[in-house]
């Protein structure tokens, strides 16, 4: 066996995971002349476009948005062929980004990171794979994913059956025949809207178990137009800035980028407010986000648009009683994540789909041959869990990270995230975390985000290597007001009323706090700038022993 000798092992920095995130600090790493090792337990890079292959898996915001900014070359030369991209589409772009870049040659697959360890007298982290490697660097980026640990199942019988069983989060790379089987898909979240009206077309009969009803906007996707390719390509610099000013870092509506309204809902009239509803059902897409100010934080405001959604599905189904179920009324539109579907509501309009309402009585039990629900055996082939993700911390929390005097992250996260910037925890120097808690990542469209993000550790780590010694970390001071921060934009939101990822509701166990900061990516950035600006405040340097003054104040809020 080949023994690698350790010198070969010790990089400037180790990331881990080789989604959007990881690949671009990857790319800055090269340009900024470290050494890098990239590590991802998958079999091939792509993050959540790698596990998450289902039938119907796409993005739901627009392509020319949804993908890396930093290349103009790159966002000039790669042409998406629908407006909202496939996951295989994705997949072919980010591994043609990989070949471009020549990223591929500091990729290590199939390598699971089970814990990463700091070494205060050296000032480096060890990093060790699941068969015992390791590895040592200063810096460690953890591009690990806000949703890439799928949830593992509380249902009683969980692994009884003896069907086949899929998870949409680890769906396989064999093709998965529905044909002639009976099919049940539980969950009603973003993935299983994009995958039953695939599943439905085959199936013999499909049966679908919803705990809780979800919003969804039609996507109205279709093939990518040349005349329309040739606009926006025309037009990407104002695109990309445009998008860098706003709320969620996309802000096409049906195709042409609009500034987000800047004003009430309540503050006009009621016509006025369902034109402009009407024209955004029809663009289609997640762009109710880039609509009136208020609709997460004012109740009023926000149930104009609720009614008018609920209105909207229950045209689309032709049972009113099902329509009853399919229609969301526990929690406000936008209190979860906004799903965008392809014909998800009509596909209940089929003779060979049910809809089990699992509020009028839960799953008791999976067994050998199905699901009981009410004391009925309902008999199945093969069982779907499109059941989400520990999101946001799960990926992280599941490797064994220890900084400063032997700490445990997930002790000290133990009653929820507490970082500044959603970038960096006190104690763990040198530890970047992307797409984080506390960062506007899991809210806003992810690649500008992770752009973002990415580009400040670069900063940071540059910094770094100018002082005595190579260490960023946050001060313990603007770790508590930046938690501070978050959780009092959070008050006034109406993200609380929704059970869901966001909150950590969807755990059990899983402290509930808000995971995001909710005032938006362009508050965000301008927030980090500031940061900037100050010389970094917030942050302390290898040559820099005591944290600075002040910093409650700049993040009062
Ligand atoms: O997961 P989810 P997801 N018994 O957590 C139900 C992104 N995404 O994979 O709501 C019965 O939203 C659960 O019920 P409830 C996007 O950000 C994007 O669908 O907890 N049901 C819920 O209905 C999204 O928000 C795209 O009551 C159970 C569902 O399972 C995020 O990923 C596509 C259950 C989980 O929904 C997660 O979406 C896909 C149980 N024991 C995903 N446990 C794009 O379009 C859970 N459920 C880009």
């Given at each position: 066996?080949?023994?690698?000798?350790?010198e070969?092992?010790r990089?400037?920095?180790?990331?881990?995971g080789?989604?959007?995130?990881?690949?671009?600090?990857?790319?800055r790493?090269?340009?900024?002349?470290l050494?890098a090792?990239?590590?991802?337990?998958?079999?091939?890079?792509?993050?959540?476009?790698?596990?998450?292959?289902?039938?119907?898996?796409?993005?739901?915001?627009?392509?020319?948005?949804?993908?890396?900014?930093?290349?103009?070359?790159?966002q000039?030369?790669?042409?998406?062929?629908?407006?909202?991209?496939?996951?295989?589409?994705?997949?072919?772009?980010?591994?043609?980004?990989?070949?471009?870049?020549?990223?591929?040659?500091h990729?290590?697959?199939?390598?699971?990171?089970?814990?990463?360890?700091f070494?205060e007298?050296?000032?480096e982290?060890?990093?060790?794979?699941?068969?015992?490697?390791?590895?040592?660097?200063?810096?460690?980026?953890?591009?690990?994913?806000?949703?890439?640990?799928p949830?593992?199942?509380?249902?009683?019988?969980?692994?009884?059956?003896?069907?086949?069983?899929?998870?949409?989060?680890?769906?396989?790379?064999?093709?998965?025949?529905?044909?002639?089987k009976?099919?049940?898909v539980?969950?009603?979240g973003s993935?299983a809207?994009?995958?039953?009206?695939v599943?439905a077309?085959?199936?013999?009969h499909?049966?679908?178990?919803?705990?809780t009803?979800n919003y969804?906007?039609?996507?109205?996707?279709?093939?990518?137009?040349?005349?329309?390719?040739?606009?926006?390509?025309?037009?990407?610099?104002?695109?990309?800035?445009?998008?860098w000013r706003s709320?969620?870092?996309?802000?096409?509506?049906?195709?042409?980028?609009?500034?987000?309204?800047?004003?009430?809902?309540?503050?006009v009239?009621?016509?006025?407010?369902?034109?402009?509803?009407?024209?955004?059902?029809?663009?289609?897409?997640?762009c109710?986000y880039?609509?009136?100010?208020d609709?997460?934080?004012?109740?009023?405001?926000?149930?104009?648009?609720s009614?008018f959604?609920?209105?909207?599905i229950?045209?689309?189904?032709?049972?009113?009683?099902?329509?009853?179920?399919?229609?969301?009324?526990?929690?406000?539109?936008?209190?979860?994540?906004?799903?965008?579907?392809?014909?998800?509501f009509?596909?209940?309009?089929?003779?060979?789909?049910?809809?089990?309402d699992?509020?009028?009585?839960p799953?008791?039990?999976?067994?050998?041959?199905?699901?009981?629900?009410?004391?009925?055996?309902?008999?199945?082939?093969?069982?779907?869990?499109?059941?989400?993700?520990?999101?946001?911390?799960?990926?992280?929390?599941?490797?064994?990270?220890?900084?400063?005097?032997?700490?445990?992250?997930?002790?000290?996260?133990?009653?929820?995230?507490?970082?500044?910037?959603?970038?960096?925890?006190?104690?763990f120097p040198?530890?970047?975390?992307?797409?984080?808690?506390?960062?506007?990542?899991s809210?806003?469209s992810?690649?500008?985000?992770?752009?973002?993000?990415?580009?400040l550790?670069?900063?940071?780590?540059?910094?770094?290597?100018?002082?005595?010694?190579?260490?960023?970390?946050?001060?313990h001071?603007?770790?508590?007001?930046w938690?501070?921060r978050?959780l009092?934009?959070?008050?006034?939101?109406?993200i609380?009323?929704?059970?869901s990822?966001?909150?950590?509701?969807?755990?059990p166990g899983?402290?509930?706090?808000?995971?995001?900061?909710l005032?938006?990516?362009?508050?965000?950035?301008?927030?980090?700038?500031?940061?900037?600006?100050?010389?970094?405040?917030?942050?302390?340097?290898g040559?820099v022993?005591?944290?600075k003054?002040?910093?409650?104040?700049?993040?009062?809020?």
């Amino acid at each position: 066996m080949l023994t690698i000798a350790k010198e070969e092992q010790r990089y400037d920095m180790v990331i881990v995971g080789a989604g959007v995130a990881g690949l671009y600090m990857l790319y800055r790493a090269m340009k900024a002349g470290l050494t890098a090792r990239l590590f991802d337990a998958a079999g091939g890079i792509g993050g959540t476009w790698y596990w998450n292959r289902y039938p119907g898996a796409r993005v739901d915001i627009e392509s020319f948005e949804y993908s890396y900014s930093f290349s103009d070359e790159l966002q000039q030369e790669w042409q998406w062929s629908e407006r909202y991209a496939s996951q295989p589409e994705l997949l072919r772009y980010l591994d043609h980004v990989a070949q471009r870049f020549a990223l591929h040659e500091h990729i290590q697959l199939d390598t699971r990171i089970d814990s990463v360890v700091f070494d205060e007298a050296r000032a480096e982290w060890t990093v060790e794979t699941q068969t015992g490697e390791t590895f040592q660097a200063c810096f460690c980026v953890m591009a690990t994913g806000c949703l890439s640990a799928p949830k593992v199942p509380d249902i009683p019988g969980y692994g009884r059956f003896a069907g086949e069983s899929h998870f949409t989060s680890r769906w396989p790379h064999e093709a998965i025949e529905f044909a002639g089987k009976r099919v049940g898909v539980i969950g009603t979240g973003s993935s299983a809207i994009q995958l039953v009206p695939v599943v439905a077309q085959s199936a013999s009969h499909l049966t679908v178990f919803q705990r809780t009803p979800n919003y969804s906007i039609p996507l109205r996707n279709r093939p990518m137009d040349a005349a329309y390719e040739k606009h926006m390509k025309a037009n990407y610099a104002a695109l990309r800035d445009m998008e860098w000013r706003s709320f969620g870092g996309f802000v096409c509506v049906g195709g042409e980028p609009r500034q987000p309204l800047q004003c009430s809902a309540l503050s006009v009239s009621t016509d006025e407010r369902r034109r402009e509803y009407e024209a955004r059902w029809e663009a289609g897409g997640l762009c109710y986000y880039t609509s009136y100010s208020d609709l997460l934080t004012n109740d009023e405001a926000n149930a104009t648009l609720s009614e008018f959604v609920r209105a909207k599905i229950r045209e689309k189904i032709n049972d009113p009683a099902i329509a009853d179920k399919l229609v969301p009324r526990d929690h406000p539109i936008l209190a979860k994540r906004l799903c965008a579907d392809s014909g998800y509501f009509e596909t209940f309009n089929r003779d060979n789909v049910s809809l089990v309402d699992l509020r009028e009585g839960p799953i008791e039990a999976m067994t050998e041959r199905g699901i009981v629900v009410g004391g009925v055996e309902i008999e199945l082939d093969m069982i779907v869990f499109a059941t989400g993700f520990d999101a946001v911390t799960g990926a992280l929390l599941n490797i064994d990270v220890r900084g400063r005097h032997g700490q445990s992250l997930r002790t000290a996260w133990h009653e929820g995230p507490q970082t500044y910037l959603g970038l960096m925890s006190a104690d763990f120097p040198n530890l970047f975390n992307i797409a984080g808690p506390g960062s506007t990542a899991s809210l806003s469209s992810a690649i500008p985000c992770d752009e973002h993000q990415v580009d400040l550790v670069a900063k940071l780590v540059e910094r770094a290597r100018r002082a005595r010694r190579p260490v960023v970390e946050p001060t313990h001071a603007a770790q508590a007001a930046w938690t501070t921060r978050i959780l009092a934009i959070a008050e006034g939101s109406l993200i609380h009323r929704g059970n869901s990822w966001y909150v950590g509701a969807n755990v059990p166990g899983k402290p509930r706090v808000v995971l995001l900061d909710l005032e938006g990516f362009d508050s965000y950035m301008a927030f980090c700038d500031g940061v900037l600006a100050r010389d970094y405040e917030g942050f302390v340097f290898g040559e820099v022993e005591a944290p600075k003054v002040g910093i409650e104040k700049l993040v009062a809020v």
